[in-house]
């Protein structure tokens, strides 16, 4: 044998320069083996059954699995070659039939429920009772208890699942990608920025053609809705994005009807009547009625707000282009919206640049974590990474000076890394022999990168990302969770994103701005009067973009609890009735969203009755926060307690009872209203 195989030893410090796309499948397989041999030991280990033996095994069953495929699975988005994606798309399916194959190994589950039915499983209490109940809880879920004939029947949905929403995104993206708009006059680009106009005209020529070229892919089709003055085209690049999938060869509806249908018959096939029951019970929300309260009482609490911006659209339309302009139809309201916030605000999101170099941005999120969360950030040179743009730190406790965890940061695009923004474990720590053991993360950017000599300066919205990114690694790095399932993100979807909103926050206050922002020639503050612009926008036509995320998130819902598909009749008509209520404009009868919804349909499960998690996660971030507003946005006392309460819990308590240990009592969405505009700050 050569040298040893880098992915198969988990390691604090991690040769990424060594690793290479041969090592993943020898890797992966001995880990599956590994893992599995792991697996039929707990199975079949005898002696008295406890909760060391079986749930902590169990816990701990696929650590070295899951840590050789996060990284694996890291490399691949953040320096791909294509040799590692061959490998990585080799060994992804197997991987992924292992995992799915753990809820169904008869042997494992009676030693979990032999553990169950012990005195010493009986008088659990607290995180490892609730990892008990979870536990199993979820094997039922996923079929552990269903005879032979159920489990065949489980088996068949979950692959027609897997290939109806397939299908459905392929539809998406061929439909999509089936239309195009190539204007040669370029009396018609009237309205639109130079910028967008550049990027038409790009289109064109890899295209091989004259003139400008649009589509529907966002960044030619929001453009163009936002500023085209010619209303004619507008209208129908509008039509074609909401008639995508919706008919012809790339139709759309049966699959939406089959994929419910699907969903329903693996609901009733596993004991629950209602599939956002049954995705929804180990949420915070906890079931479908609650999520959809709480979707009916926003509505109700924003109708106000936007009933009034649309007059006010309406009025301005009216004020610029005579008493007898037309009613807005639904391709006009992104162009007067933004023709009215150029004449209300004449602000450019752009001239905060300059105050906002990375460097600065860094240290002043840095400084505002150490103040409240009582941790020191430190660089660390020298570590190996897959990048020379990748830089290292270690987070230890202020006062202990304890090494909590350690991460990596990459912050700008390359050519060889995914897009987006995100954070990712590496190695979750738990308790050891000196103590907590350290946590490994990352996160990972496409930031505006720097110039030459000049530093890279971020937009508004770019910091809020970096603080955002920062929120999800600390509430990885600094859990104290025993168990590793219960440990850092690993918890309810509509709760996950609390830890990292909250951080934005801190974006939109003067004092801790001016921890961040400084220009970057002159170390200027930013100035009062693009701070206040700044906010102004932010609360600008709020109510519509909310209203619009509460229409999808209702759609989604009532398309998952009541819709029948014998008796409700077409699923898009059906979707577009309840859409309308939410919408600015009545719709015609070609508009057809649901059919391009990727969120519910791209997946077997996907946001699937889990849209409305936007919504919920911003009012408990916007409603933790304001216990930061009222005690101080640097206080101590509130940052441990957000530290200790939250943070540090991971899922080892219930996320609701995590929030009201913080709050001492259930999220109100006052402050979320506040926050945009739509209801006055003194009534809160
Ligand atoms: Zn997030």
């Not at 929403?165 to 009396?187: C, H, Q, R, W, Y």
């Not at 009034?308 to 391709?331: H, I, Q, S, V």
């Not at 103590?435 to 993360?441: D, T």
């Not at 969770?481 to 926050?505: C, H, K, T």
């Amino acid at each position: 044998m050569s040298q040893p195989n880098p992915l198969v030893e988990i390691g604090f410090r991690i040769p990424f320069d060594q690793i290479r796309a041969e090592h993943v499948e020898p890797a992966i397989d001995e880990l599956l083996a590994d893992a599995r041999a792991r697996m039929e030991a707990l199975a079949s280990a005898g002696g008295p059954r406890t909760f060391d033996n079986t749930m902590r095994a169990l816990d701990r069953m696929t650590d070295r699995l899951d840590f050789a495929m996060s990284v694996v699975r890291h490399l691949e988005g953040v320096a791909t070659t294509p040799e590692l994606r061959a490998a990585y798309n080799a060994v992804q399916p197997r991987v992924s039939a292992f995992y799915s194959s753990i809820p169904l190994h008869a042997g494992l589950w009676k030693a979990i429920k032999a553990y169950g039915e012990t005195e010493q499983a009986r008088a659990l209490a607290g995180p490892r009772r609730r990892f008990l109940e979870k536990t199993i809880e979820t094997f039922r879920r996923h079929g552990a208890d269903l005879d032979a004939a159920g489990k065949k029947r489980l088996e068949e949905i979950d692959l027609e699942l897997a290939t109806r929403t397939m299908k459905f995104s392929e539809n998406v993206l061929d439909s999509t990608n089936a239309f195009e708009l190539v204007i040669t006059d370029p009396g018609q680009l009237a309205g639109l920025p130079e910028t967008a106009r550049a990027a038409a005209r790009q289109r064109a020529e890899e295209k091989g053609q004259p003139g400008w070229r649009f589509t529907l892919q966002a960044p030619s089709y929001v453009p163009l809705m936002t500023y085209l003055d010619d209303a004619g085209i507008r209208e129908r690049v509008y039509r074609a994005y909401y008639a995508r999938a919706a008919s012809g060869e790339h139709d759309n509806r049966g699959l939406v009807r089959r994929i419910l249908e699907l969903r329903r018959e693996k609901t009733l096939l596993l004991g629950c009547d209602d599939f956002a029951d049954f995705v929804l019970w180990d949420r915070m929300a906890k079931s479908g009625e609650r999520a959809a309260r709480f979707l009916d009482d926003l509505h109700a609490r924003t109708d106000d707000a936007f009933q009034r911006e649309n007059r006010e659209l309406a009025a301005f339309r009216r004020a610029t282009e005579g008493a007898d302009a037309p009613p807005l139809k639904p391709w006009d309201v992104a162009r007067y919206s933004e023709k009215l916030r150029q004449a209300l605000y004449d602000f450019d999101a752009e001239a905060l640049r300059p105050y906002f170099p990375l460097p600065r941005v860094i240290e002043g999120l840095f400084a505002i974590c150490s103040r409240v969360f009582g941790i020191r950030v430190i660089e660390t040179p020298g570590v190996p990474a897959w990048d020379a743009a990748v830089r290292c730190f270690e987070i230890r406790d202020a006062s202990t000076a304890d090494l909590l965890g350690a991460f990596y940061a990459d912050f700008h695009p390359r050519e060889n890394k995914r897009g987006g923004a995100w954070m990712d474990s590496l190695i979750t720590g738990g308790p050891g022999p000196g103590g907590h053991e350290p946590h490994l993360g990352l996160i990972c950017g496409n930031l505006t990168p720097p110039v030459g000599n000049r530093p890279a300066l971020l937009t508004h919205d770019e910091v809020e990302t970096v603080f955002h990114e920062f929120g999800h690694l600390l509430h990885h790095c600094l859990s104290r969770a025993e168990l590793r399932g219960q440990s850092g993100v690993n918890v309810a979807w509509d709760f996950v994103e609390l830890p990292s909103q909250i951080m934005e926050n801190w974006c939109w206050e003067r004092e801790a701005l001016d921890l961040v922002a400084s220009h970057y020639q002159t170390g200027e503050p930013l100035p009062e009067d693009l701070v206040a612009k700044m906010k102004r926008a932010r609360t600008f036509r709020a109510a519509n973009g909310q209203m619009r995320q509460l229409g999808l998130a209702t759609a989604d819902l009532a398309l998952h609890r009541q819709y029948a598909p014998t008796t409700d009749g077409d699923p898009v008509t059906y979707t577009r009735n309840i859409i309308q209520n939410f919408s600015p404009t009545p719709l015609d009868s070609d508009h057809s969203m649901i059919a391009g919804f990727t969120h519910l349909f791209s997946d077997p499960v996907a946001y699937a009755a889990g849209y409305y998690s936007y919504k919920w996660a911003e009012v408990l971030d916007a409603d933790a926060f304001t216990r930061f507003k009222t005690e101080g946005i640097f206080s101590e006392k509130v940052g441990w307690e957000f530290r200790d309460q939250v943070l540090a819990r991971g899922d080892s308590v219930d996320p609701a009872e995590l929030f009201r240990q913080f709050m001492g009592r259930d999220p109100d969405p006052q402050a979320l209203l506040v926050r945009y505009g739509l209801i006055p700050e003194q009534a809160s």
